[in-house]
């Protein structure tokens, strides 16, 4: 089971290198494992071990789940060799990335069966971040969903707003789990998000979420 999402069986990651995100609550940052580190730290780059191993079938894989393989900064190529080779194998994957935008570079590339997302932890993010994740708006043709992961202290309206504008099939809420001091929400705040967002799509309560609750 993946600790990301309760519902996901498997992840596989065939890009790595430092994620240029830079997140300051990345779980990846805080492995402890040395192994792990490298694998994300250095120059972007495609893990070419990972495509000789087989992905099954009938499985729902989440693709990146340690590093965001459509940001901006991501080679086209790199992207494009990952699609074809899950285009391969018959399962349903999970694409998320903060810059969703980019998926329109590879409409033709994606296999049939697609989840793809986002993430919103706050509406108290900069023009240029909600532009990017705003991307989502346009999306059509497969099951599209937002993360608000890790949840962070936000305006309730304004975060409704834009999580209507995308228009998603499932929102997932979640905390963060790694002690990253950020600033959250009250446990009376995150009630009132979920009862707002149940007006117009499935959410899902992840179980970290116990904590500020």
């Known amino acids: 089971m993946n600790n990301m999402y309760e519902f996901i069986k498997e992840t596989r990651n065939f890009i790595g290198g430092e994620c240029p995100h830079k997140c300051s609550y ?29 992905l099954g079938k009938d499985k729902f894989i989440f693709i990146g789940s340690c590093f965001d393989m459509f940001a901006y900064e991501v080679p086209k190529e790199f992207i494009k060799k990952v699609l074809g080779y899950c285009k391969k194998f018959d399962n349903t994957y999970l694409f998320q990335s903060k810059t969703p935008t980019r998926f329109f570079e590879f409409v033709n590339d994606f296999p049939d069966k697609i989840h793809l997302g986002t993430t919103i932890e706050t509406n108290r993010i900069t023009d240029k971040q909600l532009a990017d994740r705003l991307g989502m708006r346009r999306v059509t043709d497969c099951v599209k969903f937002v993360t608000i992961e890790p949840i962070m ?34 446990a009376k705040k995150i009630r ?18 116990d904590r500020l609750l």
């Open 26 to 54: 990345c779980y990846v940052k805080s492995s402890p494992y040395p192994i792990v580190k490298e694998r994300y730290s250095g120059k972007i780059r495609l893990f070419e071990n990972e495509f000789k191993k087989g």
């Open 153 to 186: 202290d936000f305006t309730l309206s304004q975060l409704t707003q834009l999580i209507y504008l995308i228009k998603p099939d499932y929102v997932n809420i979640g905390a963060d789990s790694k002690k990253s001091n950020l600033k959250e929400p009250s």
């Open 192 to 209: 009132e998000l979920i009862s707002e967002l149940k007006h117009f799509t499935e959410v899902k309560i992840k179980s970290n979420l």
